[in-house]
């Protein structure tokens, strides 16, 4: 069986090598001739259009960056899908995308599952990603074995839609931690403490946390999408979350620059205020 991966970006071309190396077939098809090329070398069959690309897979994963991006594609899908194909949505949209996109497809006779990953980075290299699917269990199984392929672990959390939320919970303390790593961290730093150091010694405490770990890798380029997801989810759901609140506004003041200034040198800002450790008053002017 031929899958097809519509989106050779950052996240879709490493996926598609991984999915080759393990085996499945894949046909790839992105607007970027270079991104092309590149999956083409690592042994993926080019499409020449998402008409030859639907017409030759069954099964079609669909890896885009935007909302706009996706409901644009899902229109166009819905007038090449046929009964029983199954698209497999591993990107992070909302629900109401995901609405959208179960309404084109399924008029069409074939079906949705939503399939977003968590980890990233080297992760998607690796192929360790985690893939949290929603959908009915039919769908569900069929997507499984496909997930697998750039994923070490697949999750069925619900129906269509509840892997977008499972994403969103997970993308909501990924940047509480953001946060309360860099003040608690700051905190040491102003009473002479490294903040390296500090970090360490927090990984091996109870405070510790996988963004923690990973501290020093992270762009911080999503937040704000992820974030807006998150409290139109609360709004939606009549939930008060005033931690998300507060946590929405003050990560769009954390960046990768300013948590390396935090970590190795001798400061850093945030929230305008430059941290740095105290001429006096610190740890040694204790005893």
Known sequence: MSVGLIGLGAMGLPMSKNMVLRGQDVVGLDLDHGRMAMAERSGVKPADSLAGLMAACEVVVACLPTDESMVALGRDLATLARPGQLLIVSGTHSLAVMKTLDDLIRAAGASVVDAPVVWGGTNTEDGTLVSLLGGTEADVERARPVALGYSKEVEHVGPLGAGQIAKACNNYLHWVHSVSNFEALA???????????????????????????????????????????????????GLMMPMAAQTDQLVKSITRAEVKKLLSEDSAVYLGQTVTARESGGVGDLS
Not at 197 to 222: A, C, E, I, Q
Request: charged share 35%.
């Open 187 to 237: 905190l040491a730093k102003r009473y002479g403490i490294d903040a390296e150091k500090m970090r360490h010694v927090l990984m091996k405490s109870p405070g510790d946390n996988p963004t923690l770990r990973n501290f020093d890798r992270y762009n911080f380029t999503w937040h704000e999408k992820d974030m807006d997801l998150v409290l139109d989810l609360a709004q939606d759901g």
